[in-house]
């Protein structure tokens, strides 16, 4: 009787083992071929990223840790827990981009007050059928394990920074610009789009301080404040189709009811995201406005802003702030170009 059952067993892991085999063929998911890469998105800025994988979309494995209801609608309606419940955010990521040492130890990240509100909004707000990415096969994958605790419970979900977009189910779904610079700063800090999330941070900590200092209603010609002659309009033409521009990211802009791309032209030095990020010395206005000159200098040339605060200097164009110049020890370091909000 002991014989018969012990060869019974022994032909179960033979099956077994077989099926180990068969699953890790070259039709697998996982690979590092550079022939299979067909990723749409670049982060735009010098990268040596051997370590990072290439996987495949679908994963026929749901996610347990992050219960959704259905996929469809509002996911803040969707989720079997309270978001307004979370009291705590923590992000972790294995590697970071463009890092080349290979003994970092990987770190989390806790989030202050601010950043875990705009997850929670973010997510929240989150339209699953508007913001359904629709990617090919395969992509370059970075993930950022999100992590959320609420009620003595966690719930965590894979946020992919390559893309810009939350992992729910078998999908991914679009975050907004606001998580792409949050999560630049932390996992890609010398992009652009970290330079923005800092330049965010110090102008929210200035105008908690000065209040924010409203000056003057003195209107501006657009002439005026337009680099090199182009305004908000056509530089957005330029840069969207300069051969140069990469797209390092997308979001679902719902303003437009349409996806907008995050972009960044290295050799331009131009970023857009939420507004166009102007970094290079070699644009300015007919005045003479540009990237390193002092404040004295900008109050003799266009006088005093219609709304400023230590870090940052905003001006009328027409009946809106479309003009604005970030400081950094009373020096220019970026211009701003904004449409209405």
């Not at 009787?1 to 033979?14: K, R």
């Not at 827990?81 to 979370?86: A, I, P």
């Amino acid at each position: 009787m002991f014989l018969p059952c012990v060869l019974f067993v022994l032909s179960l892991c033979l099956v077994a083992c077989h099926n180990v085999n068969s699953s890790s063929s070259p039709s697998s998911t996982l690979t590092n071929d550079p022939a299979l890469i067909d990723s749409p998105l670049s982060l735009g800025d010098d990268q040596d990223n051997n370590e990072l994988l290439i996987i495949d979309k679908k994963s026929n494995e749901r996610d347990e840790k992050f219960p959704v209801k259905a996929y469809k609608g509002q996911l803040g309606e969707q989720l079997e827990f309270d978001l307004n419940s979370v009291t705590q955010i923590t992000l972790f990521s294995p590697n970071q981009l463009g890092n080349k040492e290979s003994d970092i130890e990987p770190k989390e990240i806790v989030l202050d007050e601010n950043f875990t509100q705009y997850i929670k909004q973010n997510l929240f707000w989150l339209y699953l059928e508007s913001y359904k990415v629709d990617l090919p096969p395969q992509f370059i994958s970075h993930p950022i394990i999100i992590t959320l605790f609420a009620n003595n419970e966690q719930y965590e979900l894979t946020y992919e920074l390559m893309i810009n977009a939350y992992k729910l189910g078998d999908e991914y779904y679009y975050a907004d610009h606001e998580v792409a610079e949050l999560m630049s700063l932390y996992f890609n800090p010398d992009s652009k789009l970290a330079k923005v999330a800092l330049l965010k941070q110090l102008h929210s900590a200035a105008h908690n301080v000065d209040g924010g200092l409203q000056f003057y209603e003195h209107r501006y010609e657009f002439e005026q404040l337009s680099l090199n002659h182009l305004d908000y309009h056509e530089w957005y033409e330029l840069i969207a189709e300069h051969p140069d521009t990469e797209q390092i990211g997308l979001e679902y802009n719902i303003a437009i009811n349409d996806y907008s791309p995050l972009l960044y032209n290295p050799k331009l030095d131009i970023l857009f995201s939420d507004a166009l990020y102007f970094f290079s010395d070699q644009l300015e206005t007919i005045d003479g406005i540009k990237i390193g000159i002092k404040k004295d200098e900008v109050l003799k040339k266009l006088g005093k802003p219609n709304y400023g605060v230590n870090t940052k200097w905003s001006y009328y164009i027409g009946d809106y702030l479309k003009f604005h110049l970030y400081f950094d020890e009373n020096q220019v370091i970026v211009m701003l170009l904004t449409l209405p909000v």
